[in-house]
Structures are given as structure tokens and as C-alpha cells.
């Protein structure tokens, strides 16, 4: 098997977050969404749990979203005396900015060990793939960890029970301007070789 590294190189380099509002309004093909959830499918998984679930938001879809999404969130601010209605209106609005909003969540699986964090590491590791896949396709994308991210009261909305996770929102939409290599600091700064 051989590969383009040159191609591979540049292809993750470029991999951007593009925010909801850098997106043109033109609906992602949704081929793109079902080879991002595939590739997503092939991170690294210990003891093969793939503990990876994604719920697709699409169309109306995208609006049912936004709807629970707002008012999970009213619910438990006006709860605790935090509610803010420019938040709680962003939450309703904001969706509808996206082709596409796929919720990234972790299921547990009780029949294997495996620490939490690892699992919560195959999922990042399946967001990547997803990151990468997008810029390969020319589409932009986005992990969003706020909102509801972190309630607890979010989890039924997601199929998710006490001891999974609901990991966060990747937005999907065609970007207005094309993805630029992004900038690092150079590796001699975190990085200690041994010999």
C-alpha cells in the first residue's frame, strides 16, 4: 500500500474549524455526511468498544434540534437563576446556519473496562477523521463543546444514559473561503527526543 504523504501532509495541515457564520447557505451533499460518520468509524478503538454515536440534523431536522436544544438549556438556567436570552435565542437561531449538525456522543459499553478517558479519546480520534474527511470533501466544519454540552438533562434528548457522554456538535457547511494551511509552533518547542 502506498500513499501520497505529500497529499496527507497538506491535507492535515489545512483541516480548519470554519465557524456557522463563514458558511455560504448551500446544503452539503449528503453523501459527504455519510463518508465523514464512515472514516469517523475507523479511529482507534481499544478493545474494539467503538463507543462512538452520531445523531444527523438535517432540514427541518436542524430546526427540531435547535428547539431542544433551547429549551433544555431554559429549563436548566432558569433553574439555577442563569437563563440569558441572547444565549437562549442563539441557541434557537444559530443551528439554522448549518447544512448539516451531526451530535457527537460516547455510549459505554458495561460488558468491557475501559477507562472513560480512553473512550472519550476514541471519540476525539473519530471527530479527526470527521475534521479530515470534510476538508478532503472542500466542506468546513466545526466541533462545538458549549450550549448544552455538559447538562445532564441534554442526555435523553441524545438516547444517552448516566454513563455516557454527550461529546459535542459538529457543525457542517459549505466554507465561503477556501482552507489555508493553519499555523503551529515549531515542534522543537514540545518536543524531547531520547536516544
Aim: proline share 5%; aromatic share 12%.
Amino acid at each position: 500500500m502506498t500513499f501520497d504523504a505529500a497529499a496527507v501532509n497538506d491535507l492535515i495541515r489545512k483541516r480548519r474549524s470554519v465557524f456557522p457564520q463563514f458558511y455560504t447557505g448551500e446544503k452539503v451533499d449528503d453523501n459527504i455526511i455519510r463518508q465523514m460518520i464512515v472514516n469517523a468509524s475507523y479511529a482507534p478503538t481499544h478493545k474494539l468498544t467503538q463507543p462512538w454515536r452520531f445523531v444527523v440534523f438535517k432540514g427541518e431536522g436542524l430546526k427540531k434540534f435547535a428547539t431542544a436544544q433551547a429549551e433544555v438549556y431554559k429549563t436548566v438556567t432558569e433553574r439555577d437563576g442563569t437563563f440569558k436570552e441572547e444565549k437562549y435565542q442563539n441557541l434557537l437561531n444559530k443551528p439554522l446556519l448549518s447544512s448539516h449538525i451531526i451530535a457527537v456522543c460516547m455510549k459505554r459499553d458495561p460488558k468491557h473496562s475501559v477507562p472513560e478517558i480512553e473512550e472519550s479519546g476514541a471519540v476525539f480520534c473519530a471527530v479527526q477523521n470527521m475534521y479530515l474527511t470534510a476538508t478532503a470533501y472542500g466542506v468546513g466544519c466545526y466541533l462545538s463543546t458549549g450550549g448544552i454540552t455538559y447538562f445532564e438533562e441534554a442526555k435523553p434528548v441524545f438516547g444517552l444514559g448516566p454513563e455516557d457522554r454527550l461529546i459535542g456538535f459538529v457543525h457542517v457547511g459549505v466554507p465561503k473561503e477556501v482552507l489555508v494551511a493553519g499555523k503551529r509552533k515549531p515542534v522543537e518547542e514540545f518536543t524531547e527526543w531520547v536516544a
